[in-house]
């Protein structure tokens, strides 16, 4: 029922966003990676010290291995347009696991990007200065960073045959 | 004519006590063991990351959802352990006594639990000879931040979930001839866990050491200050000697000497000597007249024990120097 009522108002509204994201005319279809010429992957990194080939100690970004409390991980998303065609209002959304806090700034996108966040685990988006918490006094403050629990980037496109990344920090409690 | 005077008292300790039980909460508030944003997460839970990916081919209105692997590493052990000396200062404490203690907080700052071995450790080079002897470690068992033998448990290993404390105390003897004034007394903690290396495996729990042990030293100081007392007799006679019926005022000085400090509970009691008669009314503090009767005042004569008794309370000083009460009181020789 509130799929049919989204296309309904969809088809009334041609153009238009509802709240804060752009609405599907049509049903949107999930399609596994293997099936689909468009592939996102994504990887847990953590800095270490590794010693290079010559012997010199470096910190070096490598995959989460041996992560503890306190820790920051580095999570890189990785879009992949194996497609002939370029691909559009394209939309990365990352839930941020209850065991980790989110870095303040830490999200970015190898291109241009708008990086939204949510405090509803992904239900409403919105930019650090529009995102706000209801308090218990009928009041409202700004969100911290360190509540949210779910980032958002927007890419106006991927040209065909390109890819693309995106990431973020967060520390694990 | 002799007499023989009783002073007792008792030294200050342990007012600490409030001050430690309220280092406790503040240390608990301050999260020094890394608790302030909720405990760690435990060893072994998995950590899992999965992206969503919404997009339109260009040319359809099409939208296409895509769902990306799944990334999860295990959080492995990480051994944290930690003592911190909870006296607000050094302990004071004189030459001879028994069963002194120094309070230590102990905690377990990991995510997973540890059985932390306690080593008391004696620093010989800053510290008087002999040092403190018969040295027993305590866990506080009834967490009341207080020493006691009959309710606290001597240990040498102490089991800590993880993020959790525990009070330990070091009770050791004074010896009675120390050659300077201060002692340096500690305990060193060492976790159970110690580090592996094994292959570069995101599923498998390594454990991490961050801090595999820890040293606190606590001070034991010996008092700079002591109680005094002298008694004299003035005799009251035209030629100086004692005669049947002669009067004699015996005044008994506490002083307290030394650096500052204080002792509470003083109390001068005196045996009317053989041979006199306590004079009724003749007792004084400082000049200022006592009753004989145990009433509201410091002092009162029991005439059944022949015993003057005068209470001074407290006596102190907060610089070095001294400071004295008087007590005296006449008797008539019969």
């Not at chain 1, 920051?72 to 065609?85: E, I, L, P, Q």
Request: proline share 5%.
């Amino acid at each position: 029922m509130k799929q049919m009522t989204k296309i309904l108002l969809a088809g009334l509204l041609a153009g238009a966003s509802l709240h804060a994201e752009s609405e599907p005319v049509a049903k949107p279809e999930t399609t596994k990676q293997s099936q689909s010429p468009v592939e996102v992957t994504t990887r847990s990194l953590q800095l270490k010290m590794v010693k290079t080939p010559k012997g010199k100690k470096v910190k070096k970004w490598v995959r989460a291995t041996e992560v503890v409390p306190g820790d920051t991980v580095r999570y890189v998303n990785t879009v992949r347009n194996r497609s002939g065609h370029n691909i559009e209002k394209v939309r990365i959304v990352n839930p941020i696991n209850p065991h980790l806090v989110y870095l303040a700034r830490s999200a970015k996108c190898a291109g241009g990007c708008t990086i939204r966040f949510s405090i509803d685990g992904g239900k409403y988006f919105a930019a650090p200065k529009e995102l706000f918490v209801k308090m218990k006094n009928g009041k409202k403050r700004l969100a911290l960073p360190k509540e949210y629990n779910a980032v958002e980037w927007v890419i106006d496109a991927i040209p065909a045959g390109e890819n693309t990344t995106v990431e973020f920090k967060a520390r694990l409690k | 004519m002799t007499g023989r005077s009783i002073i007792t008292g008792r030294r200050k300790r342990d007012s600490t006590k409030r001050k430690v039980k309220c280092w406790i909460f503040v240390f608990s508030l301050l999260g020094l063991w890394s608790s302030a944003e909720g405990e760690g997460t435990a060893a072994g839970t998995a950590v899992s990351n999965s992206v969503t990916i919404r997009f339109q081919i260009a040319g359809s209105a099409a939208t296409q959802t895509i769902q990306s692997n799944t990334d999860t590493f295990v959080v492995d052990r990480v051994a944290d352990v930690r003592i911190d000396w909870m006296d607000t200062g050094p302990v004071e404490v004189g030459p001879g006594e028994s069963d002194r203690v120094l309070r230590f907080l102990v905690s377990n700052l990991g995510n997973g639990d540890d059985n932390i071995t306690l080593g008391y450790e004696h620093n010989s080079t800053d510290s008087f000879s002999p040092p403190p002897q018969n040295i027993r470690l305590y866990r506080d068992s009834d967490g009341d931040g207080v020493f006691d033998p009959s309710t606290d448990s001597q240990v040498s290993l102490l089991p800590l979930a993880e993020d959790a404390n525990a009070t330990v105390f070091i009770v050791a003897d004074i010896p009675s001839n120390p050659d300077s004034n201060l002692s340096r007394d500690g305990i060193r903690v060492s976790s159970s866990w110690t580090a592996t290396a094994g292959p570069e495996d995101p599923q498998a729990v390594d454990v991490v050491v961050r801090r595999g042990e820890d040293l606190a030293e606590g001070i034991y100081r010996l008092r700079d200050y002591h109680l005094e007392s002298h008694k004299s007799a003035t005799i009251h006679s035209s030629d100086g000697q004692v005669h049947t019926g002669t009067r004699i005022t015996y005044t008994i000085g506490v002083t307290l000497k030394g650096g500052a400090g204080e002792v509470h509970n003083v109390i001068v009691s005196d045996t009317i000597p053989a041979g006199t008669e306590y004079l009724p009314g003749t007792l004084t503090l400082d000049g200022t007249a006592l009753s004989d009767a145990a009433d509201g005042d410091a002092g009162s004569y029991d005439s059944a024990q022949r015993l003057i008794r005068v209470d001074l309370g407290t006596l102190s000083q907060s610089a070095p120097g001294e400071t004295s009460r008087n007590v005296a009181f006449e008797v008539k020789v019969q």
